[in-house]
T-cell receptor
Framework: SQKIEQNSEALNIQEGKTATLTCNYT??????LQWYRQDPGRGPVFLLL?????KEKRKERLKVTFDTTLKQSLFHITASQPADSATYLC?????????????FGSGTQLTVLP | DVKVTQSSRYLVKRTGEKVFLECVQD?????MFWYRQDPGLGLRLIYF???????EKGDIPEGYSVSREKKERFSLILESASTNQTSMYLC??????????FGSGTRLTVV
């Protein structure tokens, strides 16, 4: 089964800096990878999907890269703000051809300090 | 945007009780999922459904069952609640865009 590792449980950065979160996976190469944001006591919120043939994807201050050779995705938040503080989860399809089940990493808790 | 509604935010039940957690989505999506989330263990898939009356086991189905009689509603049932089922339960659905829409979650405490 797919195993996902997110770089660290917690990351603290200063406001205005770029936050970089890492997601590594093992086994098969997924057709796509997703990133979610989760605030305490709430359900995760979908942010971005990147497909295996896309090297990079952007949405406002967010940028995601997908390196299928390294089996790694990087998630960047530029010009970070305290409101970006949350837990960020990466997720991959459970296996090739599955009915869209996702397996999730355990998340990285980001704190942006003012 | 799709909306996923879970019937309760907080629930306290006694050991041995039968517990129903309800989830409703408003976009006619085929795929619906139940996860539980525990500190240090992340999100784990309990059951999912890809159509009415269709259901598949996830990674941790033991002690749970599900029901999908209508497309918009996916229910999780704890047949006989136990303390190790104390957790945050999250329902999700997905349509054509592949991203999941989650409900706000139900924090269940079994005493």
């Amino acid at each position: 089964s797919q195993k996902i590792e997110q770089n660290s449980e917690a990351l603290n950065i200063q406001e205005g800096k770029t936050a970089t979160l890492t997601c590594n996976y093992t086994n098969y190469s997924p057709a796509y990878l997703q990133w979610y944001r989760q605030d305490p006591g709430r359900g995760p919120v979908f942010l971005l999907l990147i497909r295996e043939n896309e090297k990079e994807k952007r949405k406002e201050r967010l940028k995601v890269t997908f390196d299928t050779t390294l089996k790694q995705s990087l998630f960047h938040i530029t010009a970070s703000q305290p409101a970006d503080s949350a837990t960020y989860l990466c997720a991959l399809p459970l296996s090739s051809g599955s009915a869209r089940q996702l397996t999730f990493g355990s998340g990285t808790q980001l704190t942006v300090l003012p | 945007d799709v909306k996923v509604t879970q019937s309760s935010r907080y629930l306290v039940k006694r050991t041995g009780e039968k517990v129903f957690l309800e989830c409703v989505q408003d976009m006619d999506h085929e795929n619906m999922f139940w996860y539980r989330q525990d500190p240090g263990l992340g999100l784990r898939l309990i059951y999912f459904s890809y159509d009415v009356k269709m259901k598949e086991k996830g990674d941790i189905p033991e002690g749970y069952s599900v029901s999908r009689e209508k497309k918009e509603r996916f229910s999780l049932i704890l047949e006989s609640a136990s303390t190790n089922q104390t957790s945050m339960y999250l329902c999700a659905c997905t349509g054509d865009h592949y991203g999941y829409t989650f409900g706000s979650g139900t924090r269940l405490t079994v005493v």
